[in-house]
């Protein structure tokens, strides 16, 4: 049962979608400060460290009690390709850092349409490179993703499977943004209750991804379309009230057929990536994700 507060909230927000999409667009998202002023911020009781060796604003995240001091995180964040930076990165991992008890690496790709696909995907594998060159081994890396930061997780692991190199020990998506294609009854049929997305605005970040409306199908853009064996286990976020729901369903079916050790937690009444907006559900969220996170890289 979701509570009140979440409701009257999203409600709140439901009702002046458009004004807080504005908002939202064209003023939080693209508020940004230089990474050492953002690593140097405390949150959750994480402290960060700027990193300057990887030509992108990057920041280390550590929790206050390390729980696998061999371990490492590797996050990628949302926004539909079209925005997003470290400071939105810092917010994003800091809760799951500290509920999980392990380092977390988070970096600011570029951005489309300046830089389509894939300027994305080969910064994520310059940050993962990286990890490994300060000795981190990939089984225990996880990727953590929320919505087209889900999508840029899976392509990586997908990159480096398809390469014959290790994949990392798990992988934890929040509301991932998979099928950019929009084939999934959600997009219409909550498309009234959804607070937070718009379904032709996310069409056209995808486009301008992709470079061309014909590759939104490719598995390269949408990898709920790729074939998954050989992945580690995942962990899949969703909140009920999203257009992207279906986006996760199709997920966890698609590696379930392929062998992966899979399961998608839904969580009723929730927008896209509640997991940012500190409700008692959010909390909760980072907490079991933090669970999920420490059992499989501690082990």
């Given at each position: 049962m979701p509570s009140k507060r979440s409701q009257d909230m999203l409600?709140?927000?439901?009702?002046?979608?458009?004004?807080?999409g504005d908002i939202s667009n064209g003023l939080l998202m693209k508020v940004d400060a230089p990474a050492r002023t953002v690593a140097r911020l405390r949150m959750c009781g994480t402290t960060g460290n700027a990193v300057t060796d990887l030509d992108m604003p990057a920041v280390m995240v550590s929790p206050r009690k390390t729980e696998v001091p061999d371990a490492a995180l590797l996050h990628m964040h949302g926004g539909a390709f079209v925005s997003?930076?470290?400071?939105?990165?810092?917010?994003?991992i800091s809760p799951?850092?500290?509920?999980?008890?392990?380092?977390?690496?988070t970096f600011s790709y570029r951005l489309a349409p300046q830089y389509p696909w894939p300027a994305q995907l080969e910064d994520a594998e310059r940050a993962y490179r990286y990890l490994l060159s300060l000795g981190y081994?990939?089984?225990?890396?996880?990727?953590?993703?929320?919505?087209?930061?889900?999508n840029l997780a899976l392509s990586l692991a997908l990159r480096l499977r398809d390469a014959g190199e290790a994949l990392p020990g798990a992988i934890a998506l929040l509301s991932p943004w998979v099928d950019l294609k929009q084939t999934g009854e959600s997009y219409t049929a909550?498309?009234?209750?959804?607070?937070?997305l718009d379904g032709k605005e996310l069409l056209n970040s995808a486009i301008a991804f992709a470079g061309s409306p014909d590759r939104l199908g490719d598995a390269d853009i949408s990898p709920v379309y790729a074939d998954f064996t050989g992945f580690p286990p995942v962990l899949i976020h969703c909140g009920t009230q999203e257009i992207l729901l279906s986006d996760s369903e199709m997920l966890e079916r698609a590696l379930l057929r392929d062998g992966v050790e899979a399961h998608m937690v839904r969580w009723a009444g929730m927008c896209h990536v509640f997991q940012a907006f500190g409700f008692e559900e959010s909390r909760a969220a980072n907490s079991q994700i933090g669970q999920f996170l420490k059992s499989r890289l501690g082990a």
């Open positions: 409600g709140l927000i439901r009702a002046h979608k458009k004004m807080a997003g930076g470290i400071m939105q990165c810092r917010t994003l799951i850092s500290a509920a999980a008890g392990i380092r977390a690496l081994s990939p089984r225990k890396i996880a990727f953590v993703g929320e919505s087209a930061g889900g909550l498309a009234d209750v959804d607070a937070t």
